[in-house]
């Protein structure tokens, strides 16, 4: 089998279109307020885990670099009381920030994540599963988590995430990118662990065109 390309980390897009969201499912579906930054909670939250697929497929339509930019909106928007943590994943496990676990949402904190952030590059397959479990297992504990992915997972990774969550009942969000074909499973995640399920759609060509917004 041929190996696949070198991989290098997407940049951040210089001009991307913010995506419209839209939310179903879970508590979250008594709202269709359009997001801004796309991991907008619904509810208060303290300590936020983002675990985010860095699969092959998110190199296309410039998914990783809106990704990217999305999440370090959302940190801006962040206090310093709140503490966040990262986490990339692939079939074979994860990428985690280089922290012993959740972080004060500081400036500098959030300055030297977004160094590390687009450095992070690809690699085969989406399985959430291991970084998940992991992010559960973090010390502090969080109280809320967003799962993103373009893709869909396994019937086994749904229930080992549901028993992972059901002794911390962590707050699970998940969000579709610019893909319905995980949505379903997403949708599960979300409303088996009293998260919103939210769906971003793909942008107009003209965004995701635009200099820098495609991962290389």
Same mark, same amino acid.
């Given at each position: 089998?041929?190996?696949?390309?070198?991989?290098?980390?997407?940049?951040?897009?210089?001009?991307?279109?913010?995506?419209?969201?839209?939310?179903?499912?879970?508590?979250?579906?008594?709202?269709?307020?359009?997001?801004?930054?796309?991991?907008?909670?619904?509810?208060?939250?303290?300590?936020?885990?983002?675990?985010?697929?860095?699969?092959?497929?998110?190199?296309?339509?410039?998914?990783?670099? $809106?990704? !990217?930019?999305?999440?370090?909106?959302?940190?801006?928007?962040?206090?310093?009381?709140?503490?966040?943590?990262?986490?990339?994943?692939?079939?074979?496990?994860?990428?985690?920030?280089?922290?012993?676990?959740?972080?004060?949402?500081?400036?500098?904190?959030?300055?030297?994540?977004?160094?590390?952030?687009?450095?992070?590059?690809?690699?085969?397959?989406?399985?959430?599963?291991?970084?998940?479990?992991?992010?559960?297992?973090? $010390?502090?504990?969080?109280?809320?988590?967003?799962?993103?992915?373009?893709?869909?997972?396994?019937?086994?990774?749904?229930? $080992?995430?549901?028993?992972?969550? $059901?002794?911390?009942?962590?707050?699970?969000?998940?969000?579709?990118?610019?893909? !319905?074909?995980?949505?379903?499973?997403?949708?599960?995640?979300?409303?088996?662990?009293?998260?919103?399920? !939210?769906?971003?759609?793909?942008?107009?060509?003209?965004?995701?065109?635009?200099?820098?917004?495609?991962?290389?």
């Amino acid at each position: 089998t041929a190996k696949p390309p070198a991989d290098s980390p997407p940049n951040p897009p210089s001009a991307a279109t913010t995506p419209t969201p839209e939310d179903s499912g879970g508590i979250a579906g008594m709202t269709n307020e359009v997001p801004k930054p796309i991991f907008r909670s619904p509810g208060p939250a303290s300590n936020v885990v983002f675990v985010l697929d860095h699969s092959w497929s998110m190199k296309s339509n410039g998914k990783s670099a $809106a990704v !990217r930019k999305e999440l370090v909106r959302t940190l801006e928007t962040m206090n310093p009381a709140q503490k966040f943590y990262v986490l990339f994943f692939h079939s074979g496990g994860y990428v985690s920030m280089p922290a012993p676990g959740p972080v004060d949402a500081t400036p500098d904190n959030i300055r030297a994540m977004t160094n590390w952030l687009f450095s992070v590059g690809h690699k085969l397959g989406s399985d959430p599963t291991t970084a998940v479990k992991h992010a559960l297992e973090l $010390a502090p504990a969080p109280d809320s988590l967003w799962l993103l992915s373009d893709g869909k997972f396994s019937a086994k990774a749904v229930a $080992a995430i549901r028993n992972a969550n $059901a002794p911390l009942n962590v707050r699970i969000n998940t969000i579709g990118f610019y893909s !319905r074909e995980g949505e379903q499973v997403l949708s599960q995640i979300a409303e088996e662990n009293r998260g919103i399920f !939210r769906f971003v759609p793909l942008p107009n060509p003209a965004a995701t065109s635009a200099p820098g917004g495609n991962a290389p």
